[in-house]
């Protein structure tokens, strides 16, 4: 062998070993900065936080919590290039929060929400209603613009609920859907082998029809979660199945409906509110705090890369098309699902 083989080898060899060191190195970075990052975020997750509103009596406090958008448990407080919106887990330890603390002697529930997941409603709803029964501290509820389904899920408890006239409210029921694009893909020719180990385990399929059994099924389900709705109104406004009935048939209406149907109590903005609690409550004086999130660096590190990467609208859209429907899920929702 020549001279000219031998020192391609020996080039050959050395760029191997090379490659090897660089591609372990990186793995073994890799590996490390993502765990670093989960800590780094884990550490820096949102916590509970207040903000004075109204200086005043720290002895006799109101507190303001706010429910803004799609009550709904992502499972994470936002994801690395996400925004903020809803945070169930947070708003669950704000309510703790209410019940712990002696100063708080009352509560504004500002709600602007079309309505979310059944659990989450229902985890709020008892969450209330537990805070009631044990502190006594009452709860009065300031619609928004929205406050549909699960945002009046959530209301339902309160001890008086303000709306403005022009709130849209109502949407009483339960509902569940699923995409069907079982015969797009047969256009192109895309076929789809389920292996399943009994009748009902692909119930609601995206890739081909529902039967009529596996509709029952659901229908069943989604009854039942009604008639807890139901119950849940009737507790917190005192009115009888048939009077709730009569409404509760997924008919949205507006702040004056609502007060004629016995939903809501009176008109009211949020200003309106605070003063109704002070009044009814002899809380003259009392501090205001409202709850926020106190998102740390890990939110603002988020917020920068969603910046850095554009957090375009068609990659959002895409990401919630794929989200909402990768298994479908029953809803207290007014609106876009």
Do not use: C
Not at 83 to 101: A, C, I, P, R, S
Not at 120 to 146: C, L, R
Not at 195 to 211: H, V, Y
């Amino acid at each position: 062998m020549n001279t000219k083989r031998w020192i391609a080898l020996i080039a050959a060899a050395a760029i191997l070993v090379i490659s090897l060191v660089i591609n372990s190195a990186f793995a073994i970075f890799q590996s490390t900065l993502g765990t670093s990052m989960d800590e780094f975020l884990a550490v820096s997750e949102a916590t509970v936080s207040e903000q004075i509103v109204e200086d005043g009596d720290f002895d006799k406090r109101i507190a303001v919590l706010n429910v803004e958008g799609t009550i709904q448990d992502t499972g994470e407080a936002a994801s690395l290039l996400g925004g903020t919106g809803y945070n169930h887990d947070l708003f669950m330890e704000q309510l703790e929060q209410v019940k712990n603390d002696d100063s708080i002697k009352a509560v504004m529930l500002k709600v602007n929400s079309p309505g979310g997941g059944v659990v989450e409603s229902a985890q709020i709803h008892d969450k209330i209603t537990e805070i009631q029964e044990e502190t006594k501290k009452p709860f009065y509820v300031s619609m928004g613009a929205v406050a549909a389904s699960g945002g009046y899920y959530i209301s339902a408890p309160a001890d008086k609920i303000f709306v403005n006239r022009e709130t849209m409210t109502g949407s009483l029921g339960v509902i569940m859907q699923t995409v069907n694009y079982g015969e797009l893909a047969k256009k192109y020719g895309v076929d789809f082998v389920t292996i399943k180990s009994g009748p009902f385990k692909d119930i609601g399929s995206p890739t081909r029809e529902m039967t009529a059994d596996e509709q029952a099924l659901l229908q069943d389900m989604l009854d039942d979660s009604y008639e807890a709705f139901v119950d849940v109104i009737e507790d917190g406004r005192g009115m009888s199945e048939e009077q709730v009935k009569k409404v509760a048939d997924g008919r949205i209406m507006n702040g004056r409906q609502a007060v004629e149907a016995k939903l809501a109590d009176d008109f009211g903005f949020e200003e309106d509110v605070l003063a109704a609690l002070r009044t009814d409550y002899d809380l003259k004086g009392a501090q205001v705090i409202e709850y926020g999130a106190d998102q740390g660096i890990g939110s603002l590190f988020s917020m920068k890369l969603g910046s850095l990467f554009g957090n375009d609208m068609e990659s959002k859209l895409i990401a919630k098309l794929l989200t909402d429907n990768s298994a479908p899920r029953m809803m207290y929702m007014y609106g876009e699902q």
